[in-house]
């Protein structure tokens, strides 16, 4: 018994140097007694391939493939006119469609546009939301949410709101990730209605002499 313990003592006084500790940094390669799916055949991410021509292992997507969850329509998707030279000017029919018309599609867009933008830029889409409010008190005035009542945004055309909605612009982050693609377009509708309210208030207020 003595014995055996001795060999075992000499053993892993001879093994522990060869396998090294856990934590130490070694140059060697690890050794695996039990290979398992230690090693696996396969590529890292970003690695080199003498395979491909171009020598990448992460593969570009094929040109045209759409995934399941996609839009087919890249008009719908995008806001742009089929060639994509130009912005949408209306919301595209079949999305008012499969909504359950305008009025279905303006009442959803209606509690979107409470959920996602009117924190920073108000539920009267005044940009007095609560977060713009804060960054002004703080003193950065320059990430308050802009009023969407501005003339330029007025007559922006639609497709370019769904797209400033979707992508984002400079200090507004994108909202595809969290925004379903039909919703986008409902907070579009909701945001023009909001701007016609505005803009007759404005006008009643012009001709009042009140502004
Ligand atoms: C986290 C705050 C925040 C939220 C939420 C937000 N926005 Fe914005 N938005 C901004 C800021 C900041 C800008 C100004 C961006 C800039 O010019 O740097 C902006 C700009 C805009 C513009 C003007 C774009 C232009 O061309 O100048 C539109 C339109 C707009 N937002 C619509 C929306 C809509 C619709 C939603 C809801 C889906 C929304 N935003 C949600 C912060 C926000």
């Known amino acids: 018994m003595t014995r055996l313990l001795t060999l075992m003592g000499i053993l892993t006084a001879l093994a522990a140097p060869a396998l090294g500790c856990r934590g ?5 390669p690890p050794i695996v007694p039990i290979r398992n799916m230690y090693d696996q055949p396969r590529y890292d991410p970003q690695e080199r391939s003498e395979f491909f021509e171009d020598g990448r292992t992460m593969r570009p997507l094929v040109e ?13 998707s995008s806001g742009r006119t089929e060639d994509g030279s130009a912005w949408l000017l209306e919301i595209p029919g079949p999305v008012i469609e499969r909504k359950g018309g305008m009025e279905a599609l303006l009442a959803r867009g209606h509690e979107r546009h409470d959920i996602f933008c009117a924190p920073c830029h108000g539920l009267a889409g005044d940009g007095q939301g609560l977060v713009s409010t804060r960054v002004q008190q703080l003193g950065f005035s320059a990430l308050a949410a802009p009023t969407l009542h501005d003339d330029r945004i007025r007559h922006m055309p639609d497709g370019q709101l769904y797209a400033t909605i979707t992508n984002g612009i400079r200090n507004m982050p994108a909202y595809a ?9 409902a907070i579009v509708a909701y945001v023009r209605a909001l701007q016609i309210s505005q803009a007759s208030r404005q006008t009643a207020m012009n001709v009042e002499g009140l502004q």
């Open 177 to 185: 990730h969290s925004i379903p693609q039909d919703d986008r377009w």
């Open 64 to 76: 045209g493939a759409v995934a399941r969850e996609m839009e087919v329509d890249p008009t719908l």
């Open 24 to 28: 130490q940094v070694s140059e060697e």
